[in-house]
């Protein structure tokens, strides 16, 4: 269907030498061979067969990033504007051309677990054949864009927003860098948590401005708040209140961030001049 322009995947900057290589390299395999690793995308297990559409997982396409655990970590970085452009990319595409009738976005901060509540959809096969979902943040305007998209084509967005303590976030994020090589840097887990009801009165005002015939309904898409303060399934408390989405300033995140580091003895690492949860 025609590659990706290489002018829209913005460059990083990096100290390591090795970085800025491998920056290169997947920015120029991914602006040249598009239909080939999106295909690849579909052909990966978690992806059940193209349904489940997330950056994370869209990373696993390039070799180099998903050989070894050490290499998910060492050039998470660097592919990860790359993996983004192909996630849209291929929402978009899935969103124009395939038919499906509904879309579940799945979203929450850094360490909400939503890769595995999205996994656990699909394995205990509560998703339609005819419905997707998309894993992602709730920034604006890119989300705002996503949904109006959906919208336009027919089809039915809804909303799970996955709302965990902060404690529980970044107890989760110190398990997956463990895990799995994946970290995030401070300033990223304080803006996205903080920024959360914010964000979703954005997405509320620009669907409305979109779309005025939604005006008429409390809120202009239908969504559900998943509360939870442990992965255990059962203590999720569902809710319809924006207002549970309140966390306070970054600030006081930010305080409260280097609190619960200090109370959970968490160790600090220096990776490209940020740092990270260990």
């Known amino acids: 269907m025609g590659n990706i322009d290489k002018n829209i995947i913005q460059l990083k900057e990096f100290n390591s030498l090795d970085l800025q290589r491998v920056q290169r390299e997947i920015i120029q395999l991914t602006t040249t061979k598009t239909d080939e690793l999106l295909e690849k995308y579909i052909r990966h297990t978690s992806s059940h067969n193209g349904r489940y559409i997330n950056s994370d997982l869209m990373k696993m396409v390039f070799e180099v990033y998903a050989e070894s655990q ?59 054949e005819d419905t997707i979902v998309y894993e992602g943040s709730i920034t604006a305007p890119a989300f705002g864009e996503k949904v109006e998209l959906a919208i336009k084509n027919n089809i039915e967005p809804e909303i799970i927003i996955l709302n965990p303590t902060l404690e529980l976030s970044l107890n989760n994020i110190r ?14 887990v304080v803006e996205k948590y903080a920024d959360m009801y914010s964000n979703i009165e954005k997405l509320f005002t620009y669907l409305n401005s979109s779309f005025p015939e939604l005006q008429t309904r409390p809120y202009p898409i239908s969504f559900q708040i998943y509360n939870k303060s442990s992965n255990v399934p059962e203590d999720l408390n569902v809710s319809y209140d924006i207002q549970d989405l309140q966390h306070g300033t970054r600030q006081s995140i930010s305080e409260r961030y280097d609190s619960i580091v200090k109370q959970l003895n968490i160790g600090f690492v220096e990776k490209e001049d940020e740092r990270t949860l260990l």
């Open 70 to 128: 050490e290499n998910r970590s060492k050039y998470n970085l660097a592919v990860t504007n790359s993996a983004a452009c192909l996630t849209s990319e291929f929402y978009q595409r899935t969103i124009r051309d395939s038919g499906f009738k509904r879309c579940i976005y799945v979203a929450g901060p850094y360490g909400a677990g939503k890769s595995f509540f999205a996994q656990s959809l699909f394995l205990t096969e509560l998703i339609p």
């Open 175 to 188: 398990q997956r860098a463990i895990e799995t090589g994946r970290d995030v840097i401070k300033s990223e």
